[in-house]
């Protein structure tokens, strides 16, 4: 009986192995089956990668990615060839990397710095800009009726003129009730007297001819030269000591004519002076009845005037060489060179704000900038308005007194002189009483007093 149950144990054992062989050889597919299917998908070239190959799913994933290259050459050197195919259509787009010969692969940039990558373009970009910066600084550029000084000036003339113009109605409508009505008598006095100033400069640009440098000793050579400088200096010297009374000393120093030789310098034979902005202006004049010491002359010839400053100065040739000052800002077109100069201003600025905090670089561009260039346009006017009150037949030889007055009047120190946006009065009387410019002044003064108008001197 049990001889029996394990007989029994083992045929079943053995059966159900056998039916578990069969059917595992059922589902197993054939080598030919196999094969077949192989030959049917894969590539006609046997030699290319079929997508049996190990590589094909990495081929897959890098198709249009870091790896292709580097990937085709390595299976180039195992003999299997890759196809460049790219999944997303266009097989021929272009990559933006490149491999160099160590085959590291780079990106290669984009937008304006790969454009700047090319040293053509670079340039380019110079020369177009070098071309723009220099059309506009010389097509800008005008030479200051006289002086001769060269500023460049982005602000047109017509644009400067409007600009007075609306100043010029803003003011009146807030001095309303205060302007002197034109038959007051300071009125017609101040009018009066801009009147000769404005004829003088009318005269003075109305012909197109150089300035003949009357008593300039530097124009004349030999000794002719030598005998006209010796007695045009005692001339002047005897002129000037008439009223003053300093001796030679004060006024003989050639070292310093207005701020360091700095007419001299500018001042060349054969410019032209530029004067369109001064032609077909409508002057006015309008006196305000307000306790201030002073007087100004906007774009577009808007003369104003207080009556605080009459009752210091009192004379026709002191009011003349406030007003010719005034005038000269105009002639020299300061307003606009003021608003060009204030945007190289801003420029500095803005570069010094990367390396200090914004108080101090408005503080260093005041100091060192702005207040610098104020008081040399300053030193221009007095120079241009002793010129046109010498023109307009007033006395020059009081012009120094009067700005050495006019700094009295306001208080003067050292740290006030340095903080201000106009010269001390004294060093604007030494200025002007400098031999070679007082000497110009009275040659023109002696030439409209002996009835021989100066035409053509501001050019």
Not at 69 to 75: I, V
Not at 119 to 148: A, D, M, Q
Not at 160 to 178: C, H, P
Request: one cysteine or more.
């Amino acid at each position: 009986m049990a001889t029996y149950r394990r007989a029994k144990l083992a045929l079943d054992a053995f059966r159900r192995f056998s039916s578990k062989t069969a059917a595992d050889a059922a589902h197993r597919p054939s080598f030919q089956d196999s094969a077949s299917r192989i030959h049917r998908t894969a590539a006609p070239n046997p030699a290319k990668f079929s997508t049996s190959h190990p590589y094909s799913s990495l081929r897959e994933s890098f198709g249009l990615g870091l790896g292709s290259r580097t990937l085709q050459s390595s299976a180039a050197r195992r003999g299997i060839v890759i196809p460049n195919h790219n999944p997303f259509g266009g097989g021929g787009a272009r990559r933006f990397y490149y491999v160099d010969p160590r085959q590291v692969q780079h990106f290669k940039p984009r937008g304006y710095r790969r454009w700047l990558r090319n040293p053509r373009n670079v340039l380019i970009v110079v020369l177009v800009s070098s071309g723009v910066v220099i059309t506009v600084y010389f097509g800008n550029l005008e030479t200051v009726p006289y002086t001769k000084r060269k500023h460049f000036v982005l602000l047109s003339s017509d644009m400067e003129r409007k600009m007075g113009e609306s100043q010029f109605q803003e003011l009146k409508g807030s001095f309303k009730g205060k302007i002197l009505p034109a038959i007051h008598p300071d009125s017609v006095r101040v009018r009066l007297i801009a009147k000769d100033i404005i004829e003088a400069l009318q005269r003075g640009v109305s012909h197109e001819q150089g300035w003949k440098e009357l008593g300039y000793a530097s124009t004349v050579d030999g000794a002719d030269a030598a005998a006209g400088r010796s007695g045009r200096a005692r001339e002047t010297h005897k002129m000037l000591s008439e009223d003053e009374g300093k001796p030679e000393a004060d006024w003989g120093n050639q070292d310093e004519i207005l701020d360091d030789k700095w007419v001299e310098k500018t001042r060349q034979k054969g410019r032209k002076a530029g004067t369109s902005h001064l032609d077909g202006l409508n002057w006015e004049v309008v006196v305000v009845d307000q306790p201030v010491v002073n007087a100004f002359c906007l774009p577009g010839g808007k003369i104003v005037v207080f009556t605080g400053l009459l009752k210091h100065f009192s004379s026709d040739a002191e009011i003349a060489t406030i007003i010719g000052h005034e005038v000269g800002h105009a002639v020299a077109r300061h307003g606009a060179e003021g608003i060009t100069k204030n945007l190289w201003f801003a420029i500095v600025q803005i570069i010094l704000f990367q390396f200090i905090t914004p108080d101090l670089a408005n503080t260093m561009s005041t100091l060192f900038l702005r207040l610098p260039f104020s008081r040399k346009m300053e030193i221009e006017a007095d120079y241009i308005g002793l010129l046109l009150m010498a023109s307009a037949g007033y006395d020059p030889r009081m012009a120094p007194g009067i700005y050495e007055k006019l700094g009295k009047i306001g208080g003067e120190s050292a740290l006030r002189n340095y903080l201000s946006t106009h010269p001390s009065g004294k060093k604007r009387s030494r200025l002007l009483a400098q031999a070679h410019v007082m000497e110009e002044a009275l040659n023109l003064y002696s030439e409209t007093l002996s009835g021989r108008e100066v035409e053509g001197f501001f050019l």
